[in-house]
């Protein structure tokens, strides 16, 4: 496992590049271990032009877009990271959107970094389902401390991730029997 992942079309009024490459910035910046780690790197996964991006030149070496996969190569490059990032840039997305990031998150079983609003905002998933970002952190704080998780730490993250998907493909099933039910009878 080595990167965290940004998915999706890009475009700064989707997602917020610029508070992910700032924290990168300054996590390179204020730790040697860090500064040497060859797994922190963010991987743009989407569609778009990558020059949009707006990475600053010194961090372009850590920010790698990936343009226009195929559907298996998106998801088996998603599959490596430890995490997908939403950087959400708009509230819309707290109470009128879905993010795309969630699916992605469900298929690949990669966790999710988020913090308690976003939980709010997705009542489905929980602590347990993310990576989780808590009061007075900033993402970068999460960063560290996946890149510092053990192998066994990291898996029954993703497990718990699995759990729900499978749940939530059961309760979906259910409530289209359900709606059946009355054109079949």
Do not use: C, W
Not at 8 to 17: Q, T, W
Not at 157 to 163: D, M, P, V
């Amino acid at each position: 496992i080595s990167g965290f992942a940004i998915q999706g079309a890009m475009d700064s009024r989707r997602r917020n590049y610029t508070s992910i490459f700032t924290q990168l910035d300054n996590m390179l910046n204020n730790s040697k271990q860090h500064r040497s780690d060859e797994r922190l790197r963010v991987n743009v996964v989407g569609s778009g032009k990558p020059e949009k991006l707006g990475v600053p030149p010194h961090l372009q070496s850590h920010i790698l877009p990936h343009i226009n996969l195929r559907f298996q190569d998106f998801y088996e490059l998603i599959n490596t990271n430890f995490a997908l990032l939403p950087a959400l840039a708009s509230d819309a997305y707290y109470d009128r959107k879905f993010s795309s990031t969630l699916i992605t998150s469900l298929v690949t079983g990669v966790p999710v970094v988020v913090d308690q609003r976003f939980l709010d905002a997705y009542s489905f998933m929980h602590e347990e389902h993310v990576a989780y970002q808590h009061k007075n952190e900033e993402v970068s704080d999460v960063l560290s401390r996946l890149l510092a998780s053990s192998s066994k730490e990291l898996a029954k993250g993703r497990a718990q991730l699995s759990k729900l998907r499978e749940q939530l493909n059961v309760d979906a099933l259910s409530k289209i029997k359900a709606l059946l039910a009355p054109i079949e009878a």
